[in-house]
């Protein structure tokens, strides 16, 4: 039996959920170092200029056609296109994308939980030596980690929307606000911190190129959720009354302010411990950073607050990436749990069973591709460079089908189901709309530089991952 749809009951149960699913581990680690990496102030103004202009219309778009199909992404293109079977194609990829990016993001989170494991038991000295990354990642432990993740986010998932999704977004999100404003009390209390706001606020355009904007785009992208078919399913769970326009834009400035503020406590924290650091040699990934960077950052606070105090701190930076990373897990799980509810016609229950055998049996492979077994470690080669399960999740989905399905919402709305039809329903619950700067902004920008900006980001991943050779 197929269940009756359920909803947020309120706008700020849709905010806090979304912001739940926008903040992740992308704003607390990856946005701040790459702003200090690429320019400081000049990319924060590139950032934000992004999420304004390009992110926010696709984000309308995206939550303005769930809220008509009142489906998932798969069920809402089938809706909206009865007799195309092209764009059916579309939603499949706005379904299988998100399920894939669950596999590689709960990876990550499996590995957090494991770190805030050993940070409240008193390992903070293990987690800082150099080798033990290495060894984590190839240990039988995970799999106990992984139970107690996958635990975790069942018992949200079966909830449903009001009662797991919505309960879990108002407890967590206040408390990683509140986590998040002590640890930049604490960090900003120490010596040589301001030097690191300095690399991270003060403007250097010299280092903006054309690689440093994609990345920008592709950051704030994927900050706010876009092309994992995450914001039509829960657009799909927004009421009638409500309004998508103002809850989109809240939505939006809560991310960029949480990336922001995150900027304020992860740079001067690497400048207080060395304040010889050199901002190019951060590593670009987030996982370095988070596994073998920070451990050693929290372990040299030992000589300033004590064992304990370095452990406390470790522990709450853990926490508060393993509130963002679930929040952000339970978001993208909704989109193909709620494509089988509806097309398969079963319970949420037995969704869910499908679901979480099917991402815990390829959480395993990729979380053994680390060495662990051969045959995944080397599982294919391009770009003149081997590459194990993990690294094509990532490489193909995360990196290449986002803008590839950001783009297709773009073009679906434009030229299939049509910007007055998208129009219509943002004038839902705030009957103005239609008439405001905004509403003119999107009509234009939706069916030109948007989607060509996206279109020449694809193209420009897809030569520099599989062919090494990017244009830009
Ligand atoms: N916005 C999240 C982040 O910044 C990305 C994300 C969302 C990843 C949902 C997976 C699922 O980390």
């Known amino acids: 039996m197929s269940e009756q749809r359920d909803q947020f009951s309120s706008k700020i149960g849709f905010i806090l959920a979304a912001a739940g699913s926008a903040v992740g581990i992308g704003n607390l680690v990856g946005f701040p170092v790459a702003a200090t990496k690429n320019g400081g102030g000049a990319f924060l103004i590139i950032y934000a200029l992004f999420v304004a202009f390009i992110c926010v219309p696709v984000m309308l778009a995206e939550m303005g056609l769930g809220r008509r199909a009142q ?57 800082a030596d150099a080798e033990y990354f290495g060894q984590f990642v190839n240990d039988y432990g995970f799999v106990g980690f992984l139970i107690a993740v996958t635990i975790i986010v069942n018992v949200i998932l079966l909830g449903g929307v009001r009662q797991g999704i919505e309960k879990a977004a108002k407890f967590l999100m206040p408390a990683l606000f509140i986590m998040l404003i002590l640890l930049v009390i604490f960090v900003l209390s120490l010596d040589n911190a301001v030097l690191g706001l300095e690399f991270y606020l003060v403007p250097d355009f010299s280092k903006i190129d054309g690689s440093v904007i994609n990345g920008a785009l592709s950051q704030a992208f994927f900050s706010l959720s876009l092309g994992m078919g995450i914001l039509i399913t829960y657009g799909s769970y927004f009421s009638r009354r409500d309004d998508i326009v103002t809850s989109g834009k809240l939505v939006a400035l809560t991310d960029t302010a949480v990336a922001f503020t995150a900027g304020l406590m992860t ?3 690497i400048f207080a411990i060395n304040p010889n650091t050199n901002p190019d040699s951060l590593s670009d990934s987030s996982v370095s950073m988070i596994f073998s960077f920070f451990p050693q950052i929290f372990i040299a606070l030992e000589g300033v607050v004590g064992y304990v105090g370095a452990s406390i701190a470790a522990t709450i930076f853990f926490l508060l990436t393993f509130i963002a990373a679930i929040t952000s897990l339970v978001s993208i799980l909704e989109v193909p749990t709620a494509a089988v509810i509806e097309q398969a016609k079963i319970s949420r229950k037995k969704a869910l069973l499908v679901m979480g055998i099917a991402v815990t049996v390829l959480t395993l492979i990729a979380a053994t591709s680390f060495g662990f077994v051969p045959a995944f470690t080397e599982f294919t080669f391009y770009a003149d460079t081997p590459k194990s399960v993990f690294d094509v999740i990532y490489d193909v989905f995360y990196d290449t089908i986002l803008p590839l399905n950001g783009l297709l919402i773009c073009l679906f709305v434009s030229f299939h189901w049509r910007r007055k039809n998208l129009d219509a329903e943002l004038a839902e619950g705030n009957p103005g709309y239609p008439n405001t700067l905004l509403a003119k902004y999107v009509r234009l920008s939706i069916c030109t530089f948007i989607p060509l900006i996206l279109a020449a980001v694809f193209i420009n991943t897809v030569l520099t991952k599989f062919f090494a050779y990017p244009i830009f």
Do not use: C, E, Q, R
């Not at 293109?77 to 092209?86: D, H, I, T, W």
């Not at 957090?112 to 987690?127: C, E, K, P, R």
């Open 267 to 269: 740079l001067p924290a």
């Open 71 to 127: 489906k998932s992404p798969l069920g809402s293109y089938k809706a909206l296109s009865p007799n195309n079977k092209g764009w059916h194609l579309a939603g499949l990829l706005a379904v299988i994308t998100p399920f894939m990016i669950a596999v590689f993001y709960m990876v990550i989170t499996v590995w957090i939980f494991g770190y805030l494991w050993h940070s409240v038991t008193g390992n903070l000295d293990m987690l």
